[in-house]
């Protein structure tokens, strides 16, 4: 399935979803300049990577492709609502969160983030964000997460929250079926070696692993990371 299908697919199922609410202005989270954007998105990944990637960009009505990749790899910048409905910053302008997902977290993975995206715009409620999330993946509209799902979020310009360190530490991001455990990778919070994302979050389906790294994207050193 390519990113084109995906966003169709994603938009199918929001336009299909019942409850809505008021629709959010989302013209903060927006950035004017196209080409600023895939370039930021690319900025997830090393270039070997993200250069021959397809680029996805935000729009008023979500997220679009803007550039065609041809190494089944799919950056773009997931802004605030993208994060766990009920996230105190879900609504947060500041967040600037580049991606890179590899070829099967693009299958598997994305489709239901571009869902809740899709959802959360069209106004729907944190508890209505969890409700549809739960019902797709019980249907098997959505997919659990392929073999070797992950994503890379190295990027030096990521803001991933407004306080202490915004860039916080470039890391890799590794998906499974939540019926794998976090505690089968000795997990823990997020001052552990090994980061369980969805240990706050029972009722997602995905279980989401963290593994910091040292370096960014373009090779700079993350002192902070490197002194753990």
Same mark, same amino acid.
């Given at each position: 399935?390519?990113?084109?299908?995906?966003?169709?697919?994603?938009?199918?199922?929001?336009?299909?979803?019942?409850?809505?609410?008021?629709?959010?202005? =989302?013209?903060?989270?927006?950035?004017?300049?196209?080409?600023? %954007?895939?370039?930021?998105?690319?900025?997830?990944?090393?270039?070997?990577?993200?250069?021959?990637?397809?680029?996805?960009?935000?729009?008023?009505?979500?997220?679009? %492709?803007?550039?065609?990749?041809?190494?089944?790899?799919?950056?773009?910048?997931?802004?605030?609502?993208?994060?766990?409905?009920?996230?105190?910053?879900?609504?947060?302008?500041? =967040?600037?969160?580049?991606?890179?997902?590899?070829?099967?977290?693009?299958?598997?993975?994305?489709?239901?983030?571009?869902?809740?995206?899709?959802?959360?715009?069209?106004?729907?409620?944190?508890? %209505?964000?969890?409700?549809?999330?739960?019902?797709?993946?019980? %249907?098997?509209?959505?997919?659990?997460?392929?073999?070797?799902?992950?994503?890379?979020?190295?990027?030096?310009?990521?803001?991933?929250?407004?306080?202490?360190?915004?860039?916080?530490?470039?890391?890799?991001?590794?998906?499974?079926?939540?019926?794998?455990?976090?505690?089968?990778?000795?997990?823990?919070?997020?001052?552990?070696? =090994?980061?369980?994302?969805?240990?706050?979050?029972?009722?997602?389906?995905?279980?989401?692993?963290?593994?910091?790294?040292?370096?960014?994207?373009?090779?700079?050193?993350?002192?902070?990371?490197?002194?753990?």
């Amino acid at each position: 399935m390519n990113t084109r299908t995906l966003v169709a697919a994603s938009t199918f199922v929001a336009a299909s979803a019942l409850g809505a609410q008021k629709a959010p202005d =989302i013209t903060p989270y927006l950035i004017a300049d196209r080409t600023a %954007e895939v370039a930021l998105a690319r900025t997830a990944a090393p270039s070997a990577i993200s250069d021959n990637a397809t680029v996805l960009v935000l729009t008023p009505k979500g997220y679009t %492709e803007a550039a065609r990749g041809s190494n089944g790899f799919t950056c773009l910048v997931m802004r605030s609502f993208a994060a766990a409905p009920g996230d105190p910053q879900f609504w947060d302008t500041h =967040i600037s969160a580049p991606h890179c997902f590899n070829p099967p977290a693009s299958r598997t993975v994305l489709p239901a983030m571009l869902a809740q995206i899709d959802w959360a715009l069209a106004g729907a409620a944190p508890a %209505e964000l969890s409700a549809r999330t739960r019902k797709a993946y019980a %249907e098997k509209r959505f997919t659990m997460p392929a073999d070797g799902a992950m994503a890379y979020m190295l990027s030096p310009k990521q803001h991933l929250s407004d306080e202490n360190d915004p860039h916080w530490m470039p890391h890799l991001m590794f998906y499974y079926d939540r019926a794998l455990k976090g505690t089968t990778f000795g997990a823990g919070a997020f001052t552990a070696p =090994i980061i369980d994302a969805t240990g706050a979050d029972p009722n997602s389906p995905v279980q989401v692993i963290l593994i910091p790294i040292r370096t960014w994207s373009d090779g700079t050193p993350a002192v902070h990371a490197a002194g753990m």
